[in-house]
């Protein structure tokens, strides 16, 4: 029922709004290839993961302002909560969508 739920959530963005593998791969590099929350970097192994700081099923989108990079840990534990500090961190990016 959930993955149902968040199809839908996704589904239902704006074509021209949802978050491209493009734009994931520049939010990745603005974040210097860690995780948002804990700072594991990156690698091969442990590829990073697109977590909704609003989550989908809270009415959040699929675009690039709503999406930051975690580790699989990380967006296992956030699941669909709101995380304050993420949400300033995530502000906090500068990231260049150009």
């Keep these: 029922m959930k993955k149902k739920k968040r199809e839908n959530a ?8 949802r978050l491209t ?11 210097n290839n860690r995780c948002l ?4 970097e990156f690698t091969e192994e442990e590829r990073p993961t697109r977590d909704h700081v609003i989550p989908l099923s809270k009415g959040g989108q699929d675009t690039r302002d709503n999406v930051c990079a975690l580790c699989h840990r990380c967006n296992a534990h956030k699941a669909n909560n ?5 949400i300033v961190s995530r502000e906090q990016l500068e990231v260049n969508y150009v």
Excluded at 37 to 40: A, D, E
Excluded at 82 to 86: G, H, K, R, T, V
């Design 10 to 17: 996704i589904r239902n963005t704006k074509r021209t709004d």
């Design 21 to 31: 593998n493009e734009a994931f791969e520049r939010i990745v590099k603005a974040q």
């Design 37 to 40: 929350k804990c700072g594991k």
């Design 82 to 86: 709101l995380d304050y500090d993420l």
